[in-house]
Nanobody
Framework: QVQLVESGGGLVQPGGSLRLSCAAS????????MGWYRQAPGKQRELVAT???????NYADSVKGRFTISRDNAKNTVFLQMNSLKPEDTAVYYC?????????WGQGTQVTVSS
């Protein structure tokens, strides 16, 4: 069973930055892709960004140009650098790992953007 542990969430003012981390208990090379999703109160969970085994990245339109997904293979960790944060970015952010027959989720980390 792969464990994914997120960290780095918190309270930040509009326009500020945060860097989320997702540490995996196994090599992230074993995953077809890794990603970040978020869920705001009363809303469905939505894709934020993904990075494939080959390094191809994909972003939701709402975060393009502001968020960057990256990974450190040696540390089995995926990052989400979030800049120019807006109040509408407030949500619980979840790390996700995908294999052909399994999907893994972390426990989530809260990000609150408020003045």
């Amino acid at each position: 069973q792969v464990q994914l542990v997120e960290s780095g969430g918190g309270l930040v003012q509009p326009g500020g930055s945060l860097r989320l981390s997702c540490a995996a208990s196994e090599s992230i090379f074993s995953m077809n892709s890794m990603g970040w999703y978020r869920q705001a109160p009363g809303k469905q969970r939505e894709l934020v960004a993904t990075i494939s085994y080959g390094g191809t990245t994909n972003y939701a339109d709402s975060v393009k140009g502001r968020f960057t997904i990256s990974r450190d293979n040696a540390k089995n960790t995926v990052f989400l650098q979030m800049n120019s944060l807006k109040p509408e970015d407030t949500a619980v952010y979840y790390c996700n790992g995908r294999r052909p027959l399994r999907v893994y989720w972390g426990q989530g980390t809260q990000v609150t953007v408020s003045s």
